[in-house]
T-cell receptor, first 115, second 112 residues
Framework: DTGVSQDPRHKITKRGQNVTFRCDPI?????LYWYRQTLGQGPEFLTY????????KSRLLSDRFSAERPKGSFSTLEIQRTEQGDSAMYLC?????????????FGPGTRLTVL | GIQVEQSPPDLILQEGANSTLRCNFS?????LQWFHQNPWGQLINLFY???GTKQNGRLSATTVATERYSLLYISSSQTTDSGVYFC??????????????FGRGTQLTVWP
């Protein structure tokens, strides 16, 4: 069990560019979550998948954001036409639902800086 | 959504001291987790505790679901306990099942 991994760990980009982040959940976990954390705040929910189905999206997830989990394993989060306000830590978590506890385990995050 | 309030926002202790962190929430919950965020941003699971009491070494937690609060106790604090402690809850009903709502955290600093 290697835990949740995220790639890249850091990303610096210029405003207007597109960026894509990857998350690999714990292998047997059926749920995968994306959160965003800005300085001094707790993480805020963006979206989650159960297997390959995207079940919920926050209103924070504007039309510039898209997330996929094509085979029910890893997930990608893409931000198009980045803005300075997108600068944040993007966190991925996974859980195994239906086994009595729904503990969410977090990855190390991808820190995005938009110049 | 559900409101999560943590107190105190900041806590400064000397090594060896004990502390209590509080989390109040505004609705019934299915899931409550305590996390420690280290200086590199990694959220480390401490407890999954929607109700009852659990202990793990120097840390223990109690959730009183009927009164909508949870407490995290840290005994004999060490410098490595420094960081931000978050409480997060999953609402117990409605379409928002699955998502965690986080408080703003308690910043703990332990001095040697």
């Amino acid at each position: 069990d290697t835990g949740v991994s995220q790639d890249p760990r850091h990303k610096i980009t210029k405003r207007g560019q597109n960026v894509t982040f990857r998350c690999d959940p714990i292998s047997e976990h059926n749920r995968l979550y994306w959160y965003r954390q800005t300085l001094g705040q707790g993480p805020e929910f963006l979206t989650y998948f159960q297997n390959e189905a995207q079940l919920e999206k926050s209103r924070l997830l504007s039309d510039r954001f898209s997330a996929e989990r094509p085979k029910g394993s890893f997930s990608t989060l893409e931000i198009q036409r980045t803005e300075q306000g997108d600068s944040a830590m993007y966190l991925c978590a996974s859980s195994l639902v239906g086994q009595g506890t729904d503990t969410q385990y977090f990855g190390p995050g991808t820190r995005l800086t938009v110049l | 959504g559900i409101q999560v309030e943590q107190s105190p926002p900041d806590l400064i202790l000397q090594e060896g001291a004990n502390s209590t962190l509080r989390c109040n929430f505004s609705d019934s919950v299915n899931n409550l987790q305590w996390f420690h965020q280290n200086p590199w941003g990694q959220l480390i699971n401490l407890f999954y505790i929607p109700s009852g009491t659990k202990q793990n070494g120097r840390l223990s937690a109690t959730t009183v679901a009927t009164e909508r609060y949870s407490l995290l106790y840290i005994s004999s604090s060490q410098t490595t306990d420094s960081g931000v402690y978050f409480c997060a809850v999953e609402r117990g009903r409605g379409s928002t099942l699955g998502r965690l709502y986080f408080g703003r955290g308690t910043q703990l600093t332990v001095w040697p």
